[in-house]
Structure formats: structure tokens, C-alpha cells
């Protein structure tokens, strides 16, 4: 799978806040093109039609489709680019430049790796790059995630896992260290992601850049079992 594909991805998660805000005028009317489009499961799709507050709604149906994947991310950018979209949603028009500014960010980026000397990553063929990372994530890769993450848990738990606070704060009460308060968490976002709680998809939420998580500390995630 490209790395433009997985740009989506982060598209989304770095304008999330922006998307609620502006869809959450008429959630069902996105909810329904979404559909329309078999960008959700079913089981997903009754799930966030049955929310009733909007931006709840808007937000369930943002975190769907990112666990998904990019083609997915990559469907919803689109959706968002439409123009019956576009014109029910006005404030809408930024996520159009945004695309095209990131997809010209990938193109640069593959023309730097392509003057780079090859070296075994680069050799890699692209079915197997593509599953890096695929595999469930461990309580050993959770752990040494823990062990990198400082002060700020609490804010990568609400804005990048989508932790509730009041969950948050029954870790705290729960667990007196700092590393078994953070495994805590990042193991309830395992319970909660299910079959969906992959190395990838956890290396692409903490991956954020307004995260103070050091890039480095992370990129063992997307590493072949």
C-alpha cells in the first residue's frame, strides 16, 4: 500500500476536530453518503446511526473509517470533495487544498527516497512493506510504548485513542506508577479496537505531530513479526 494512501489516514486525524465541528450541522446527511459509498461495515454503520448527539455521531463515524484503513480514509477525502458535499458543507472547501498539498508532500517524499542509494528497506517488495505492522498489537509492544510516553498520556488518550476522561481517571485511581497508568490505557484502546487493534493502526494514531511522542520511540510498531 502507497504512502500517499496512509497520508489520508492522517489527513483525517490532524483536521478531526475540524471535521466534527463543521459535519456535525447535519450528521446524518454525511452518514448516509458515507453509506451510500460502503465506506462502513454494516455493524459499524448501526452503530453510529443509533448515536443521537451529532458530533458523537459525526466523531463515531470519523474513528470508523479511519480503523478501517486508508482506502477507506482515502474514500471519505473524496466523499468530503464532492459536490453535493461541498455545497451542504461550505466551510468544506479547506479539505480540498489540503489534499492536494499532501499528496504533492508524498510525491516529494518518494522522489527523495528514489535519489537515496538502495539499502535492504528499499528492496523490500511491495506486498510484504505493505503489511508492516498488520499483526495484532502485543502487551510487550504496549509496554514499551508506555515506557516512551511522558506527561501528556492523558492528552494522547483523549485526542489520538479517543479515551474517555472518566476511564482516564479510573487509571489514575487505579494505578499509582506512571508506566502501569499508560499501559492501562493503551490496553483499554486494545480491548475497545478488537480485531482492529493492529501495530500499524496504533504507530498511525500516536504518530500525530501535535503528540509530544518522539517519532523513534514509535517506529518499532510497523516492524515485521
Excluded at 454503520?45 to 480503523?67: F, G, M, W
Excluded at 480540498?96 to 516529494?108: D, F, G, L, P, R
Excluded at 478488537?194 to 493502526?201: G, N, S
Aim: net charge neutral.
Amino acid at each position: 500500500m502507497s504512502g500517499k494512501l496512509w497520508k489520508h489516514i492522517e489527513v483525517l486525524q490532524s483536521h478531526k476536530a475540524k471535521l466534527i465541528d463543521i459535519l456535525s450541522s447535519d450528521a446524518d446527511f454525511v452518514l448516509q453518503h458515507a453509506d451510500s459509498r460502503f465506506l462502513l461495515s454494516p455493524q459499524g454503520y448501526k452503530q453510529i446511526k443509533a448515536c443521537r448527539n451529532p458530533s458523537e455521531k459525526v466523531t463515531d463515524l470519523l474513528d470508523h473509517v479511519i480503523s478501517r484503513g486508508p482506502d477507506a480514509a482515502h474514500g471519505l477525502l473524496e466523499l468530503l470533495k464532492d459536490k453535493e458535499l461541498q455545497e451542504n458543507f461550505p466551510m468544506l472547501d479547506f479539505i480540498k487544498n489540503v489534499q492536494v498539498n499532501t499528496q504533492s508532500s508524498a510525491e516529494k517524499e518518494t522522489s527523495r527516497q528514489q535519489k537515496r542509494p538502495l539499502d535492504s528497506e528499499d528492496t523490500i517488495p511491495p506486498k510484504k512493506a505493505c503489511r508492516r505492522g498488520s499483526h495484532l498489537v502485543t502487551e510487550k509492544q504496549l509496554m514499551t510504548v508506555a515506557r516512551a510516553t511522558g506527561r501528556s498520556w492523558r492528552e494522547i488518550g483523549i485526542l489520538a485513542l479517543d479515551i474517555p476522561s472518566v476511564k482516564l481517571d479510573e487509571i489514575m485511581e487505579d494505578h499509582s506508577r506512571h508506566v502501569e497508568r499508560v499501559f492501562e490505557m493503551l490496553r483499554c484502546w486494545r480491548n475497545r479496537q478488537r480485531d482492529e487493534a493492529t501495530a500499524a493502526r496504533l504507530h498511525s494514531l500516536l504518530s500525530h505531530e501535535d503528540l509530544a511522542l518522539p517519532k523513534d520511540s514509535i517506529d518499532f510498531l510497523l516492524e515485521t513479526s
